[in-house]
């Protein structure tokens, strides 16, 4: 696991797009982990014939969950981003350079808990910050048995 380039990657261009309020980045980002965890699927797929009874079915699930993730970021997140990158294209709005942005994430804060401000992000805020946490936690305890 020290060489993950795909993640490496992608969470380079998350940090930049998100200091330079590019959403094009996201949509690479995103788009960069559909890659990575198809490959992982595939993998999942191509071992599933070796294992047996708990392990066959956790990867099983492990590649549900896979395809499940595949399909949210191919319909929901890549279109979202790709619509507020266009969006944001259209109005000619201007890109911060990295510093400015890091000054802006530095200095910039608005709470709210107006739910309209936050309809787009509540799907896969919800399942990265809950579900996929436990879930990877699920797989090294699952994976601890299998070895």
Same mark, same amino acid.
């Given at each position: 696991?020290?060489? =993950?380039?795909?993640?490496?990657? $992608?969470?380079?261009?998350?940090?930049?797009?998100? =200091?330079?309020?590019?959403? @094009?980045?996201?949509? %690479?980002?995103?788009? *960069?982990?559909? /890659?990575? !965890? !198809?490959?992982?699927?595939?993998?999942?797929?191509?071992? @599933?014939?070796? !294992?047996?009874?708990?392990?066959? &079915?956790? @990867?099983?699930?492990?590649?549900?969950? %896979?395809?499940?993730?595949?399909? !949210?970021?191919?319909?929901? &997140? /890549?279109?979202?981003? @790709?619509?507020?990158?266009?969006?944001?294209?259209?109005?000619?709005?201007?890109?911060?350079?990295?510093?400015?942005?890091?000054?802006? /994430?530095?200095?910039?804060?608005?709470?709210?808990?107006? =739910?309209?401000?936050?309809?787009?992000? %509540?799907?896969?805020? $919800?399942?990265?910050?809950?579900? &996929? /946490?436990?879930?990877?936690?699920?797989?090294?305890?699952?994976?601890?048995?299998? *070895?």
């Amino acid at each position: 696991m020290r060489h =993950l380039p795909l993640a490496k990657t $992608s969470n380079a261009i998350s940090w930049y797009a998100v =200091l330079t309020t590019d959403y @094009l980045g996201n949509a %690479i980002e995103n788009s *960069i982990w559909a /890659v990575a !965890f !198809f490959a992982v699927g595939i993998g999942l797929c191509w071992l @599933l014939p070796d !294992f047996g009874g708990a392990g066959r &079915a956790v @990867l099983a699930v492990a590649i549900r969950g %896979i395809a499940g993730y595949l399909a !949210f970021l191919m319909t929901v &997140a /890549v279109p979202m981003y @790709l619509s507020r990158w266009r969006a944001k294209v259209a109005d000619g709005a201007r890109l911060l350079g990295p510093l400015d942005g890091l000054r802006d /994430v530095s200095t910039r804060w608005v709470v709210t808990h107006d =739910l309209a401000e936050w309809k787009d992000e %509540i799907a896969w805020m $919800s399942l990265h910050f809950s579900v &996929a /946490v436990w879930l990877s936690l699920a797989l090294c305890v699952c994976y601890a048995f299998m *070895i």
